[in-house]
């Protein structure tokens, strides 16, 4: 792939759930994988723009993934701490330590209301979604990039991903 770096190193289950940090050219491969196009797809002028979009689509995959992960941990931590608090308040020699399951569940509860994990990680899918449409059509000239120049379609594509972007940190009314 010319023109695109390669990082060193290699995928772990940090990366899969979201919390490594990806390469300009990794996050380009899986890209290129995932809509079955090649690097030799991407004309020389429009490599910068795509590495910009490629690299928030990365992004938003990542941050959904953090989010999933986020809810996967807190959703079943809350009831279970809070019925394991129950169970111990029931005897009086465990009476005392009653409070760290309660504490535990109050701060699982918390977090699941004021993170949003699970509409978060959803908004995101779908924003990551919608960039790669529009990195394919800008790619491949299709639909309304088709009758623009060159310099029109790259305004087209940064003006969408940054409308996505915006999307993401807008709160939902």
């Known amino acids: 792939m010319s023109g695109w770096k390669k990082a060193p190193g290699g995928s772990s289950w940090i990366g899969a759930i979201g919390f490594g940090s ?54 079943p931590l809350a009831p279970i ?32 209301a004021a993170y949003r994990f699970r509409e978060t990680s959803q908004r995101r899918i779908l924003v990551r979604h919608e960039l790669g449409q529009e990195i394919v059509e800008f790619i491949l000239g299709f639909g309304e990039y088709r009758v623009l120049t060159d310099d029109q379609q790259i305004d087209r594509l940064i003006a969408k991903v940054r409308d996505a972007t915006m999307a993401v940190v807008e709160p939902e009314g």
């Open 81 to 112: 701490a809070a019925a394991t608090a129950t169970v111990l308040a029931a005897f009086p020699s465990t009476r005392v330590w009653a409070v760290i399951p309660a504490a535990v569940a109050t701060v699982a509860a918390t977090v699941l």
């Open 22 to 75: 990806g390469s300009e050219a990794t996050d380009l491969e899986i890209f290129l994988t995932r809509h079955r196009l090649e690097a030799s797809d991407i004309p020389p002028k429009k490599q910068k723009a795509v590495a910009i979009a490629v690299g928030e689509w990365a992004h938003q995959l990542r941050a959904a993934r953090r989010f999933q992960f986020g809810y996967a941990v807190a959703q």
